[in-house]
């Protein structure tokens, strides 16, 4: 017998790539010996273990989930055709935005509608474009491309973690 409880109710339980069911869970689907267990749950961080199921008593994992943090933000010049304006790329869980007061220039957007999201460090510009839409370049006023990089890899990170959802 297998027993899974989780901080997080109804995260998805796999075993062995198997999905066998949310959590709490108690199965007996599963054979004696040593399994892959994956947890998931949307918003938070997967866990993935090895344990070893015993043919006489039950196993039990208690596991905690940690939620996937996002609150990045980077001081930017958005490059128009003609001209630029300064102001503020921010991401957070809920999507990516650019604050500037040129209202005309400013959007929001979801992590999930980023379509092409790639920083050139050598030319110092991070490149975005909106899935079936519009292409914005951003640089920075600093010296290197640390903050676009830094900021990038930031909002990858998380939205790697965002697109793991089948427990593998």
């Given at each position: 017998m297998l027993r899974v409880r989780t901080d997080v109710p109804g995260a998805f339980v796999f075993v062995d790539r198997r999905f066998i069911g949310e959590t709490p869970l108690e199965?007996?689907?599963?054979?004696?010996?040593?399994?892959?267990?994956?947890?998931?749950?949307e918003g938070f961080d997967g866990v993935?273990?090895?344990?070893?199921?015993?043919?006489?008593d039950p196993t039990e994992?208690?596991?905690?989930?940690?939620?996937?943090?996002?609150d990045e933000s980077v001081a930017v010049v958005h490059k128009h055709r003609f001209g630029s304006c300064a102001?503020?790329?921010?991401?957070?869980?809920?999507g990516l935005r650019y604050e500037t007061p040129h209202a005309e220039d400013a959007f929001a957007m979801p992590l999930s509608e980023l379509?092409?999201?790639?920083?050139d460090y050598l030319s110092k510009n991070l490149r975005v474009r909106a899935r079936g839409g519009r292409t914005w370049n951003?640089?920075?006023?600093?010296?290197?491309?640390?903050?676009?990089?830094?900021?990038?890899?930031?909002?990858?990170?998380?939205?790697?973690k965002l697109s793991v959802r089948d427990g593998q």
């Open positions: 199965t007996r689907d599963v054979t004696a010996g040593q399994h892959q267990v994956n947890i998931s749950a993935a273990q090895t344990v070893d199921i015993s043919a006489t994992l208690n596991v905690e989930l940690k939620r996937i943090r996002l102001g503020r790329l921010v991401a957070t869980m809920d379509q092409t999201f790639e920083v951003f640089t920075t006023t600093e010296d290197t491309a640390d903050p676009l990089f830094v900021f990038h890899r930031a909002v990858e990170a998380a939205r790697e």
